[in-house]
């Protein structure tokens, strides 16, 4: 066998779906229809709509090969109606132009359904934008093939990219119709256009030039005519005629009809009559035996004819131009012109429908043996062999499952017969119901699985479905809110179930620097009961053996955010410090990030900054030494705000800058961590009006993406900068806005954080929106203790639990309300409560710095523990960092942190300060 086209990557075919296909030597130039493509690409949408084989592809092919700036360019096919994989392959054809994009936007497209689409699709405007402005290059994306596109989402997702497509960038779509894109708008703005199906046909000059330059044709004018009359200018009809001709009389022309052909049939007819029954047997049985692939190159096409010497053949159908396509600059991988390919297939299968057969299977298992696992699937699907399309699904399906694309699984599973799949694709099917939003028919197919897998015998295998089905049914209730229905059926399962293989491990945060900002999280959600019922899910998970689950740690990583947002820092930190040994032991930085910025959240809230910084820098080594740089730029983000709060402006700008953000960018909510901190620094930086204009992009994006946290967060640090810039009533409605979106969720950290001026400004809004003085004494706790212990599990206000609703101007129990600002109604008592919280966080922050805080130096702020101690014995011997890392058996980056907790504990800053208090308290004796 030949090593022809071995040794490739797995990803050989997103690369040849991705280049310009090559120009062919001596091929026609169409100059006419090149100068109209130029005029077009001045506009944002050029649309190429004609039937197979008008020369779409051709033409945008030298029209891009004449131009020297570089060009996306990606080839559809029937297996692209995927959203995660077309948009995957989208990606990556603009890497022709902008190398570092697959880097950067991959995670947010395997990160869906915690990204939506459209964040996604901000980015790569974004990104298209930076790379036209930059470069002062236009950019050309083109889309072949676009007619094998059928999913409504792609046509939504493409509109919108049209939509906002930057000034510099064109997209240029070929298709057998018009793309169902709703671009009506900019048809009338003069800004898309069309060339269809008359424009693309060969006028009798360019016919007679292909057939005498590309062809080797010598015909006389009455033959062109004839050849016109015949084809109407169809290109690869014109092709089909001269391959039919080549050796032969051109006189044969004579026997062509005097009218136009009647379709498909006569061009089957004519390439069964005048083209494959005249070459050789040896050519026509390989050209039907590898015409089952969309895609080959010489090993295929070896394993489907039984020859050793398919790169000859191949070379050999090159000469005879008999609609062979390279795909790739080396002659490695080839395809048949669709109408040729198209015509050998209904050929084959007409003649011999037990060979096609044959031929797919030994097919697929070649492209399963190349590693083109996707390209194996589709061709056995094909052929309708559920064995082994079986077989291939459950050893591959973990690749789709990591690449989002549920719903190519959801097509293979469906194009296989429901009586050959076994239980576990069943299983799978259901969850992909689950994830896509398919409740209804997820519903029905877990009705149906449970009644099935308790028919099986009580042995391993039915452990295993059962754990896997526990885990679909806890993802179907937090989906759809049916926590009553799965809690019953907890009741009837085995106290403890295997690890599922499949879902045990399933991780749920590929991007985002919080939990709560997921659709997990609820977007920042919290309604009142929501954290008693994830914690006795999470005890029924654990009594089930599903503790270490990353599910279970994602739960108990979401409540632990609530916790630090409703002030209850104890229990946050508890819990945080529980997670993280099994977000480590599993190398999940989708849990791992969160869990360090939520006990780093924790830490600064304490006053213990130092310790803080450490953990996100320790947080963002581990990141980067897993191979998941990308969480670097939020762990900075947030680094740079701590930095801010303490009044280092130059080291949060440091930091922040290697985050990559700007003011002049068009903001968007993969990157809200970053773009936060960044309207922090204007802020401080008395850069008001670029501030709030990022937070206006902001607040946008999280309306669209109805995100509860976005909401709160950009509303507060708008009250804060219109404060700050002295609009006093400005900043009191957007204040309103932040405190009525907060105040269902007992929201209290996102207004304390901000320290002094939320106090201010929250004192102002009492007395000029609630009349001033506070709330009757049985609607406020006194120290904020309504808030602290706010949420699930605590005391919450009556005002704050049961949030009032139709502008009614009283709350519970006669509680005053703020109304009639934008957002709705606002409790006395949650503005009253968040005043006393803050007031006494800042009278504990003053006591501390003036040394009140510390009359006893003799007694510890915390216990030190074991690790800790030993830690300070290797102090005294002088260890450096390395070496306390390797004596101790940590990471340096762990050695960091266990040092600021140490320093926070005595009280210092410094080594040398701590071997000083560690003596006077006679730790080191």
Not at 431 to 456: H, K, M, R
């Amino acid at each position: 066998m030949s090593n022809r086209g071995m040794n490739l990557p797995a990803d050989i075919i997103l690369r040849t779906k991705i280049r310009v296909p090559p120009v062919r030597p001596g091929g026609i130039v169409r100059e006419r229809l090149l100068d109209r493509l130029e005029r077009a690409v001045q506009g944002r949408l050029t649309q190429l709509s004609a039937p197979a084989g008008f020369g779409k592809t051709t033409l945008l092919a030298q029209f891009l090969t004449d131009r020297t700036e570089p060009a996306a360019w990606l080839s559809l096919d029937d297996t692209d109606n995927d959203p995660a994989k077309f948009w995957r392959y989208f990606i990556h054809s603009l890497s022709a132009a902008i190398p570092s994009l697959p880097e950067r936007a991959l995670p947010l497209l395997t990160a869906y359904p915690n990204v939506s689409r459209k964040t996604l699709l901000d980015m790569l405007l974004h990104e298209i934008e930076a790379y036209a402005s930059g470069t002062g290059r236009p950019l050309l994306i083109v889309l072949d093939d676009y007619h094998a596109i059928r999913d409504e989402d792609i046509h939504d997702s493409l509109s919108y990219v049209v939509d906002y497509l930057p000034e510099g960038a064109h997209l240029l779509i070929a298709s057998r119709g018009t793309a169902p894109l709703k671009v009506a708008k900019w048809r009338a703005r003069g800004q898309s256009s069309e060339i269809t199906g008359g424009e693309l046909t060969f006028t009798a000059d360019e016919t007679r030039r292909f057939c005498e330059n590309t062809a080797q044709l010598s015909l006389t004018p009455e033959q062109i005519d004839r050849i016109m009359a015949w084809t109407e200018g169809w290109a690869a009809i014109v092709q089909i005629l001269s391959v039919s001709l080549g050796g032969r009389d051109p006189r044969a022309l004579d026997r062509l009809p005097g009218e136009a052909m009647g379709g498909q049939d006569d061009i089957m007819a004519y390439l069964s009559e005048e083209v494959l029954t005249q070459l050789p047997d040896e050519l026509r049985r390989f050209l039907l035996d590898t015409c089952v692939p969309d895609r080959f190159n010489t090993d295929i096409c070896n394993a489907l004819t039984g020859r050793s010497d398919g790169g000859l053949v191949l070379d050999e159908l090159r000469r005879r131009n008999l609609f062979l396509i390279p795909l790739d600059d080396t002659g490695t991988w080839y395809r048949y012109h669709h109408i040729f390919r198209d015509f050998l297939r209904r050929h084959l299968l007409r003649h011999d429908p037990e060979r096609a057969r044959l031929l797919a299977r030994t097919a697929a298992l070649r492209l399963d043996e190349l590693g083109l696992q996707d390209e194996a699937m589709e061709q056995i699907i094909r052929s309708g062999n559920d064995e082994l399309a079986c077989d291939l699904l459950q050893r591959h399906l973990f690749k789709a499952l990591g690449r989002g694309e549920f719903a190519t699984l959801l097509r293979w599973m469906q194009a296989i017969s429901p009586a050959a799949l076994p239980a576990e694709l069943h299983l799978l099917r259901a969850f992909a119901l689950v994830v896509t939003g398919q409740y209804p028919a997820a519903e029905e197919a877990l009705v149906s699985l449970e009644q099935d897998i308790q028919a099986l015998p009580a042995d391993d295998r039915r452990e295993a479905l059962q754990s896997g089905l526990f885990f679909v049914k806890v993802n179907y209730a937090f989906s759809t809110g049916n926590y009553e229905q799965w809690l019953q059926y907890a009741d009837r399962i085995p106290d403890m179930l295997p690890e599922s293989p499949l879902f045990y491990n399933l991780n749920y945060n590929r991007s985002e620097p919080l939990v709560r900002r997921t659709p997990f999280g609820l977007h920042g959600a919290i309604p009142p009961n929501t954290n008693v019922i994830a914690l006795r899910m999470v005890d029924i998970m654990n009594a089930h053996g599903w503790k270490q689950s990353l599910f279970t740690q994602y739960v108990l990583q979401s409540v632990a955010e609530g916790y630090y947002e409703w002030d209850r820092l104890a229990e946050a930190e508890a819990l945080l410090r529980e997670i993280e040994a099994i977000a480590y032991q599993k190398r999940c930085a989708g849990l791992y990030v969160p869990n360090r910025i939520t006990l780093a959240r924790v830490l600064q809230a304490r006053g213990r900054g130092a310790e803080a910084r450490a953990v996100l820098q320790a947080a963002s080594e581990t990141a980067v030494s897993w191979g998941e740089p990308h969480w670097s730029a939020p762990l900075a983000a947030y680094e740079a705000r701590f930095a801010l709060a303490e009044g280092n402006l130059s080291g949060a700008e440091r930091l922040l800058k290697g985050t990559g953000v700007a003011a002049s960018d068009a903001p968007s909510l993969y990157r809200e961590t970053e773009y936060m901190t960044l309207v922090r620094l204007l802020g401080a930086r008395r850069k008001e009006k670029e501030a709030l204009k990022l937070l206006e992009g902001l607040a946008a994006l999280g309306e669209r993406e109805r995100s509860l946290i976005t909401a709160v967060d950009t509303a507060v640090l708008g009250a804060l900068l219109e404060k700050q810039r002295g609009r006093k009533s400005a900043a009191l409605d957007r204040l309103h806005r932040a405190l009525a979106a907060g105040a269902g969720s007992g929201y209290v950290r996102s207004f304390a954080d901000e320290g002094k001026p939320m106090l201010a400004l929250l004192r102002e809004y009492r007395v000029q929106r609630l009349g001033g003085g506070s709330a009757g004494r049985d609607d406020v706790v006194p120290g904020g203790e309504a808030l602290a212990g706010g949420g699930p599990g605590g005391a919450v206000p009556e005002g704050v639990q049961r949030r009032a609703g139709g502008g009614a101007d009283d709350g519970p129990s006669g509680e005053t309300l703020a109304d009639g600002g934008p957002g709705g109604a606002v409790p006395a008592a949650y503005v009253d409560g968040l005043i006393a919280r803050l007031e006494s966080e800042l009278h504990a922050a003053d006591a501390t710095n003036s040394g009140e805080a510390d009359p006893d130096r003799e007694r510890l702020i915390e216990p030190l523990t074991d690790k800790e101690l030993a830690l300070l014995q290797e102090l005294e011997r002088g260890a450096p960092n390395r070496e306390l890392a390797a004596k101790l058996q940590l990471t340096e980056g762990t050695v960091k942190v266990y040092l600021s907790r140490v320093y926070a504990k005595l009280g210092v800053s410094s080594r040398t300060q701590a071997l000083s208090r560690a003596r006077e308290l006679g730790l080191l004796d």
